[in-house]
């Protein structure tokens, strides 16, 4: 675990590096942006001043690195807020999305999975095969707006922006659980099978061990895969939460980045990107502890 923990850690500092360099050597200026087009050369100096870009690129990193340490990330360029605030702020719609859509799409693709596996060959099997080749063809760019289409104008039985009540949230959520569920239900399908044709499952067989203890077995010894491939998929779920806050207008860390990217605001961008890769870190930790508890060989090797 000590081991994950370093690793994520020179991760960590790795991508805020490398956020701070290339915000930094990118064209554009947040000084000019800020003032406008029509600012006189002195204001603009006195701006920079102001928020330390007239210092060397080794200055500034350095007064980034030390402000990390200290928890002092800075204050928006724009609003002049504190950025960990503001990403607080922020953090519970996305959050919200990301945990609700991991529950339940674990949830599904548990069951279909497992369904499936047991029922190799038949109708149920090839039905569920080609429910998840269907979702999977639709990115979440293309399903939001058919799923607004026709529940929200055609229908009219959902609403659309924000989250003010819980049925604000069906449409997005749909959106993020389809295509993960799609995935793990592939995952947890093939898993079951390549568990099921073990030598051991035959001994346990023998013995008179029921089917359904049997089964709980085989899917228990199939966790730690479907356990790392969903700490895996979490990028892709805080990408599409990030999408789908985009398409939903709701006021998560997706819309907070794409506009900190275009003002080109660089304590936000470089909060929410180092931010990002913290809750990376801390699920990859309680990834690799949950699997060592569930099977303890990982936890010796």
């Known amino acids: ?4 923990i370093v690793k994520g850690l020179i991760t960590a500092w790795f991508v805020a590096s490398a956020a701070f360099f290339c915000l930094r050597l990118s064209p554009g200026d947040p000084v000019e942006r800020i003032l406008g087009a029509q600012a006189r050369p002195e204001q603009i100096e006195s701006f920079r001043q102001k928020l330390g870009l007239d ?3 080794p200055k500034q990193y350095q007064s980034f690195i030390i402000g990390l340490v200290k928890l002092d990330w800075g204050r928006s360029l724009f609003k002049d807020k504190d950025v960990l605030e503001m990403i607080g702020e922020s953090l519970v ?5 990301a945990i609700i859509s991991i529950f339940f799409s674990f949830l599904f693709a548990s069951f279909l999975g497992t369904y499936s596996a047991l029922l190799r060959g038949g ?5 569920i095969r080609l429910f998840c080749l269907g979702s999977l063809s639709f990115p979440i760019f293309s399903l939001a707006p058919i799923l607004i289409i026709i529940f929200a104008i055609k229908l009219g039985w959902l609403p659309v922006s924000e989250l003010t009540t819980p049925l ?6 749909i ?8 995935v793990l239900t592939r995952v947890v399908r093939n898993q079951f099978l390549e568990s099921s044709g073990e030598p051991w499952i035959a001994v346990l067989k023998a013995k008179g061990m029921g089917s ?3 089964h709980l077995r085989v899917y228990k010894v199939c966790m730690p895969t479907i356990l790392n491939l969903v700490s895996m998929q979490l990028s892709v779920i805080l990408a599409g939460a990030m999408i789908t806050e985009t398409i939903f207008d709701i006021p998560g860390l997706g819309k ?5 990217i275009e003002n080109r605001d660089y304590p936000l961008v470089q909060g929410l990107i180092i931010y990002t890769s913290l809750i990376y870190l801390v699920l990859y930790v309680f990834t690799d502890i949950a699997n060592s508890k569930i099977d303890p060989r990982l936890a010796q090797s």
């Open 55 to 57: 210092l060397s690129l």
């Open 168 to 173: 604000h949230y069906v449409l997005p959520l």
């Open 1 to 4: 675990m000590i081991q994950s």
């Open 256 to 260: 907070l980045l794409l506009t900190a």
């Open 175 to 182: 959106t993020l659980i389809l295509p993960l569920t799609s």
């Open 123 to 127: 109708w149920q099997d090839h039905l």
């Open 212 to 214: 359904f203890d049997i």
């Open 93 to 97: 719609p996305t959050a919200t999305l």
